[in-house]
Structures are given as C-alpha cells and as structure tokens.
C-alpha cells in the first residue's frame, strides 16, 4: 500500500502547500480505505467492489 500511496502522491509534490496538504490526506484516506478493504472491513468495501 505504501508504493500506491506514493503513485497517489508523486504528482502533488509540485503544488503549492495549500493544495498539497489536501490531496496528500484524500490521498491517504483513500490508500487507507482500500487497505481496510482487503484486509475484509465492510464498511470499504466499495472501494474494490
């Protein structure tokens, strides 16, 4: 997960901080999401469906 919450957030490293700081957390909820998917968590279970 950790090689696809850096594909997520290579292209942000070029913005301004303000738009970084955003996208980097969407970034990681979404990362964690699909984690939590995986591992059987129904409630993220969309993610993968």
């Not at 997520?8 to 969407?26: H, V």
Request: hydrophobic content about 45%; glycine content about 6%; cysteine-free.
């Amino acid at each position: 997960m950790w090689k696809f919450y850096n594909l997520l957030t290579g292209a942000n490293k070029s913005n301004y901080i303000d738009s970084f700081l955003d996208r980097s957390l969407n970034a990681t909820e979404m990362a964690l999401g699909i984690n939590s998917a995986l591992h059987g968590d129904n409630r993220y279970a969309w993610f993968i469906d």
